[in-house]
T-cell receptor, first 115, second 114 residues
Framework: DTGVSQDPRHKITKRGQNVTFRCDPI?????LYWYRQTLGQGPEFLTYFQNEAQLEKSRLLSDRFSAERPKGSFSTLEIQRTEQGDSAMYLCASSFAKRERGTQYFGPGTRLTVL | AQSVSQHNHHVILSEAASLELGCNYSYGGTVNLFWYVQYPGQHLQLLLKYFSGDPLVKGIKGFEAEFIKSKFSFNLRKPSVQWSDTAEYFC????????????FGQGTTLQVKP
């Protein structure tokens, strides 16, 4: 399977701890997106990379959140000093800018529970 | 700011009934339009997309959607639903030519009774 993969699939942590999630996009996709989805809502955009450059961040992304894509391949999303309000599904998507008008393909997500 | 509105939050149908899920968006420029589906326990999958041309687009599993520019709508339809169509459906848009970030509606949960 060469789809988008995310790790871990589930993470339970205590408030105040740091967590890091990983996303591996579809090979050769140059764009990578992070979204957050809470129960009963559609995904909300967090941030976007084109190759290794982070080109846009949502206001939802507080200073406790940081994302990287160091070599333009996989990406990590770190949340520092987690809060209960951070509990959500974190989704990663990838696309190729010049193919299919940049249609995005999603991974299975990482479900974060903050106790 | 862009926004997407899905009018039906929870729809219950019997097998073989026809389906139409509403989606309206708010954006002044040119957009690309998508429907994604999330089956129970699975990740978001692309159902269909519209970029330009024929406003009636066909997707997988017998779904289709019609773009009506004057109404800023992109409604999803299926003539005859099956139990396996039970899922959550999301409408999404992005502004053509920018970063490509998707703006999603809040989703519609479809329950098909056998």
């Amino acid at each position: 399977d060469t789809g988008v993969s995310q790790d871990p699939r589930h993470k339970i942590t205590k408030r105040g701890q740091n967590v890091t999630f990983r996303c591996d996009p579809i090979s050769e996709h140059n764009r990578l997106y992070w979204y957050r989805q809470t129960l009963g809502q559609g995904p909300e955009f967090l941030t976007y990379f084109q190759n290794e450059a982070q080109l846009e961040k949502s206001r939802l992304l507080s200073d406790r959140f940081s994302a990287e894509r160091p070599k333009g391949s996989f990406s990590t999303l770190e949340i520092q000093r987690t809060e209960q309000g951070d509990s959500a599904m974190y989704l990663c998507a990838s696309s190729f800018a010049k193919r299919e008008r940049g249609t995005q393909y999603f991974g299975p997500g990482t479900r974060l529970t903050v106790l | 700011a862009q926004s997407v509105s899905q009018h039906n939050h929870h729809v219950i149908l019997s097998e073989a009934a026809s389906l139409e899920l509403g989606c309206n968006y708010s954006y002044g420029g040119t957009v690309n339009l998508f429907w994604y589906v999330q089956y129970p326990g699975q990740h978001l999958q692309l159902l269909l997309k519209y970029f330009s041309g024929d406003p009636l687009v066909k997707g997988i599993k017998g779904f289709e959607a019609e773009f009506i520019k004057s109404k800023f709508s992109f409604n999803l339809r299926k003539p005859s639903v099956q139990w396996s169509d039970t899922a959550e459906y999301f409408c999404a848009v992005n502004a053509r030519g920018n970063t490509g970030k998707l703006i999603f509606g809040q989703g519609t949960t479809l329950q098909v009774k056998p």
